[in-house]
């Protein structure tokens, strides 16, 4: 009977331990536990196939152009009429007009030149960080042979009709893994750059920018200098004047203030991992982000004294917080943790007052990217989806799916900038995935 097979497909099957229900099939089938090349029919593999349909679906409605915004009403037409009635502030109607734009933004692969090496595209990218000016992308590369390579691409070729950039690499290698993303910190990016590496035994490494141009060939200078540290999971650099000079690294159980001119060090002991670390800038404060899901705040002018509380300002997440990012005014802390929570914290009030729903992690140290200037936030999941929400009311406005399968070793790493390639630059997202490189840009 035709609509009692409906009536099957449509209710809700029991599930049956050891027994996948295949609704196109209408009947169950056995499963076997872990991998075998017998029997692929396991959980893991069910689960990717589920994961890979739904990322080629989407693809293939991007590449339709199909893309509709997620607000009602919100188009660019709309948005003037009310913008030209005084129904919208200027602050509000470029927040929508960014917001339809990231809706329409469309992929198109970059082709990556370099005049310093005969070999270009034969690694996957780790980390790709943009520079204060969104002038060029800070890259870190694995290497075959195991260890990684870091480089630097010029965004400036953007802005021409066939993307095309720069990438001068093969300038600087070490023979050691760089840890997740969380543990890369980058300063004045004219000046130098801090590299954290977990191995054993550990190391930060400041590295000069001059390290990577192409202007002096033949004189170029060696790593600026390298700290041993065991057991690092984080690091950050601050930029307050009073301590201009010092590097924090956040080690197992404990934060250690680094001055790189004398040297000396300052320890803090912890009750948990410290994964995620920033600086303020108005103030020579460290924000830490621990395993435990605390998240507090250290004043490095101060001395640690047995027996003296340093602690000040306390935050709690349910799970280990992998991300945090101050906001400009410094008055709100972004967090985000090993649960997929995305937390909008006052630290005036130590209250949240927002949550960004559809973040995806379980294990992953991921970091978060906040653009206040165009009011959204941006993170990319360990099921390699890119989200993008609005700052203001939290609301998802766009999930990209990675142009690979994903995996472990697929995760993209982005950048997203309204000036990439310099003041005059083009707007869009640059998103790094394996060995190629990808620019969604405004229409």
Known sequence: D?????????SVVPELPGFYYDSEKNRYFRLLPGHNNYNPLTKESIQYKAMECKRLRLLEEEEKQKKKTTRAGLNSSMLLQKRQLGLLSSTSYCRLVHELKVN????????IHSPDSSVTGTNNFKIIVADVACERIFTVNDVEHGGCKYGIINLSGLGKESLTVEMYDNL???NRKVLEKSLFSLTHFSKLCLMGIAETPGCASLLPASLFSNT?????????????ISTAWSCAWCLNPQADNCFSTGLTRRVLVTNVVTGHRQTFGTNSDVLAQQFATQTPVLYNGCRSG???????????????????IRLFHDSAVT???????????MAADMAGKIKLWDLRTAKCVKQYKGHHNEYAILPLHVNEEEGLLIAVGQDCYTRIWSLQDAHLLRT????????????PSVVFSSRLGGSRGVPGLLMAVKQDLYHFSYN
Not at 104 to 111: D, G
């Open 400 to 411: 990209i799916p990675s142009p690979h399968p994903s995996s472990k070793d697929a995760i």
């Open 2 to 10: 035709p609509s009692s097979s409906s009536l099957t497909q449509n």
């Open 323 to 333: 991300s945090i990012h101050l906001l400009e005014a410094e008055h709100y802390l």
């Open 104 to 111: 329409c933004m469309q992929r198109r692969k970059i082709e």
């Open 216 to 228: 002096y060939p033949g004189d170029r200078p060696g790593m600026l200098c390298s700290f041993k």
């Open 172 to 174: 600087y290698f070490t």
């Open 294 to 312: 605390e998240i507090f705040s250290i004043d490095v002018r101060q001395r640690n004294r047995k027996g003296q509380s340093w602690k000040a």
